[in-house]
């Protein structure tokens, strides 16, 4: 096996001494490279103790923890707008962009339901017409959609087969509202300031009443208009005397089930589509870069102590010394969760609900203070 050097106490980073090539032409990542390098491994017990890593060890560390850094910050990102995100372009970045929350999403799910509650919806909605013959009630509207050449049924919305309206065995509601005419003006003094013919405008609720008593008499004195619709198999009542033609809507079955799938490639359909890349190093605050320099020593201690790992122990001139692998991985890895923790715990405090909650609370700790403010009285 080859002298492998190890960490000599300096290094010189260039482009193509990191795993993946990331961040390797950012001005901002080189420069911080070697002062990286050169903090793990005095964190390490450099130049007290020899760190069995080198210089391209700490670069891929410091890459990794750049990344995971991103990483998290954009998932945060994801969870917080991916409404906003479903169904955009994935072609342009969204780094660095500026999400504005929007309901055009919750708008698309809500057409769904207007759809079913016959309230507006993204499902066409087409008239038919029914051939009604003489002494025959049952229909079957299937085999009407198929003489009509529509391929994977209908769905009938609503079938127009009512009695004529109560309206048109109304009179004049002006005029007394059926009741006949009311001359009122002579009883308050006014006969000789007025036409021969006057009229009493009734109530609203006279109206109604009066319309829903016409409906009840045909409703149950006579053979109500109604129909039974099961499976697409419409049965009228009472039995047509004569031929004619029943108006109904229905929507096609095969636009309904369009509606599951977008064909419209190119658009974003799951988080993994959500067009976020690596962050650049450069525009990475103080504090940002802080926590990455932290777990970039995490990560370095972590291999360090599966290089160590190999020998538990070593000899020396009349000893023998044992290694610290166990410290060093249990620190890393208490070191990694603590620090992912506190970075998914800022984030969700800067999340936007969490943020309108503290605005919200402010103001009324404002409104609060400002009420033990004396008020004084203007005297003019």
């Known amino acids: 096996m080859a002298n492998i050097s190890i960490w000599n106490g300096s290094s010189s980073f260039v482009a193509g001494q990191t795993p993946f090539g990331f961040y390797d032409t950012d001005s901002a990542f080189a420069g911080d490279a070697d002062k990286v390098a050169k903090f793990c491994a005095t964190r390490l017990g450099f130049p007290l103790m020899d760190v069995e890593l080198q210089s391209g060890s700490l670069y891929a560390c410091f890459e990794e923890a750049v990344t995971v850094y991103g990483n998290e910050v954009f998932q945060y990102k994801i969870r917080e707008n991916y409404l906003s995100f479903e169904g955009a372009p994935t072609g342009s970045t969204a780094n660095n962009q500026l999400v504005e929350p929007n309901i055009n999403r919750f708008v698309q799910i809500a057409k769904n339901y207007g759809t079913?509650?016959?309230?507006?919806?993204?499902?066409?909605?087409?008239?038919?017409?029914l051939d009604l013959t003489g002494s025959v009630q049952s229909y079957?509207?299937?085999?009407?959609?198929?003489?009509?050449?529509?391929?994977?049924?209908?769905?009938?919305?609503?079938?127009?087969?009512?009695?004529?309206?109560?309206?048109?065995?109304?009179?004049?509601?002006?005029?007394?509202?059926?009741?006949?005419?009311?001359?009122?003006?002579?009883?308050?003094?006014?006969?000789?300031?007025?036409?021969g013919v006057n009229f009493m405008l009734m109530p609203t609720s006279h109206d109604i009443l009066k319309t829903q008593a016409i409906e009840f008499n045909d409703q149950i004195r006579k053979s109500t208009f109604t129909f039974e619709l099961v499976n697409n198999k419409l049965k009228v009542f009472p039995v047509p005397q004569k031929d004619g033609k029943l108006i109904f809507e229905y929507m096609k079955l095969a636009d309904k089930s369009a509606l599951n799938f977008d064909n419209n490639t190119g658009n974003i359909t799951t988080v993994s589509e959500v067009p976020y890349s690596n962050p650049q190093y450069g525009q990475i605050n103080s504090v940002g870069r802080q926590w990455i320099f932290q777990f970039s020593l995490a990560l370095a201690k972590e291999m360090l102590g599966y290089v160590r790992g190999k020998y538990a122990t070593v000899p020396v001139p009349g000893a023998e010394a044992t290694l610290n692998q166990a410290d060093l991985l249990t620190d890393a890895r208490a070191e990694k969760t603590e620090l992912l923790t506190?970075?998914?715990?800022?984030?969700?405090?800067?999340?936007?609900?969490?943020?309108?909650?503290a605005q919200a609370q402010e103001s009324d700790f404002l409104r609060a203070t400002l009420a033990q403010v004396p008020m004084t009285i203007h005297v003019g």
Do not use: C
């Not at 506190?342 to 909650?357: I, Y």
């Open 116 to 129: 079913e509650a016959l309230v507006g919806g993204n499902v066409t909605k087409h008239s038919g017409s």
């Open 140 to 195: 079957d509207l299937d085999l009407w959609a198929t003489q009509n050449s529509i391929e994977g049924g209908i769905e009938v919305r609503r079938i127009f087969y009512e009695a004529p309206p109560a309206i048109t065995r109304y009179f004049d509601p002006y005029a007394g509202t059926g009741t006949g005419v009311n001359s009122l003006m002579d009883q308050f003094g006014f006969g000789g300031m007025s036409p």
């Open 342 to 357: 506190n970075l998914r715990s800022m984030l969700l405090e800067a999340s936007r609900g969490a943020q309108m909650e």
